[in-house]
């Protein structure tokens, strides 16, 4: 499965904002920004803005080779389809299954002829990704997704080992608890409320490192939620041991050989950790109780 930084996914799904509104020379400036490091340069002939379907484009990497397929994220305010495609997802009706298919169709063209092997988007677009991602058996990222399955419609595939779905940890409108995800959500642990493509951006960019096929793994697992935090010691194996199923890792335990002075840091870490996945819950919950009132 292709391997691609979950930095430089994020920032694709910003630059492909860049397909709408923008003049020519000035999109494909915007396109293709502060993505030099990482070989990235926009196909042109690949920017597809037809109406009556999601905004995407394609990016190949002159040094890995990779080719990323991006979704457009929903302008709510001046995009009539972005508009309609979002409320048919929130409310769950079978009218999502009809409206995602000009969407699909067209990425299914894009990835057959640019042998795309990467898949991302953010917000309306990672709801597109994971919807085209799981069905087609693509790796990738999406970030700040509404879940693909609804109460009444279920447009997710099946799980995809390297894709994932990355939210923040106070995110209501990428959280809806009626929406579920293909797999288990990835929650970044930013500490206030956002649904920000910017805001992963610059959480991301001092972990680099971090990828799509590793990122599960650097996370805190406990009671179905995966918590990434990049100031966590989890990846370190002298403070911390993988969970066998979950291929998370464990932060009820860690190896008997840690110093005094680790032990403590690790209680304090573990504390916070176990405070953020309580305030995920408790999102949630309100989110539930904000759709019953509807």
């Known amino acids: 499965m292709a391997t691609e930084s979950v930095y430089a996914l994020a920032k694709i799904s910003l630059n492909v904002w860049a397909t709408e509104g923008a003049t020519n020379k000035k999109k494909l400036e915007m ?16 920017i597809t803005t037809q109406r009556g379907m999601c905004y995407m484009a394609v990016w190949k990497s002159s ?11 929903a302008n709510w305010y001046s995009n009539e389809t972005d ?27 894009l990835a057959k002829k640019y042998g795309v092997n990467l ?10 990704a994971e919807i085209f991602a799981t069905q087609n058996n693509y790796p990738g990222i999406a970030f700040c997704a509404i879940g693909t399955n609804g ?13 994932h779905n990355v939210n923040f940890d106070f995110d209501n409108f990428g959280s809806l ?31 680099q490192e971090v990828t799509n096929m590793d990122i599960k793994e650097r996370c805190t697992w406990e009671k179905e939620i995966y918590l990434y935090s990049k100031n966590s010691n989890v990846a370190d194996e002298k403070h911390a041991h993988q969970v066998q199923e979950e291929g998370g890792v464990d932060i009820r335990g860690h190896l008997e050989d840690s110093s ?15 405070k953020t996945i309580r305030s995920i819950r408790r999102m949630r919950k309100e989110t539930q109780d904000l759709y019953n009132m509807i």
């Open 151 to 163: 109460p009444f419609t279920k447009l997710g595939g099946e799980v995809v080992k390297g894709f």
């Open 31 to 46: 396109l293709n920004e502060g993505l030099s490091d990482f070989g990235y340069k926009v196909i042109e002939e690949s």
């Open 177 to 207: 608890p009626w929406c579920t995800h293909v797999q288990p959500s990835i929650y970044v642990e930013l500490g206030r409320k956002s649904h920000s493509i910017q805001d992963m951006i610059e959480y991301f960019k001092d972990n």
């Open 119 to 128: 898949i991302t988007g953010h917000s309306l677009g990672g709801y597109m």
């Open 63 to 73: 040094t890995t080779k990779n080719c990323v397929l991006a979704f457009k994220g």
């Open 83 to 109: 508009k309609e495609q979002v409320k048919s997802i929130i409310l769950g009706g079978e009218g999502s299954r009809e409206d995602i298919i000009p969407t699909q169709t067209r990425a299914m063209e």
């Open 260 to 274: 005094d002075d680790d032990s403590r840091d690790i209680d304090s870490e573990q504390e916070q950790i176990k």
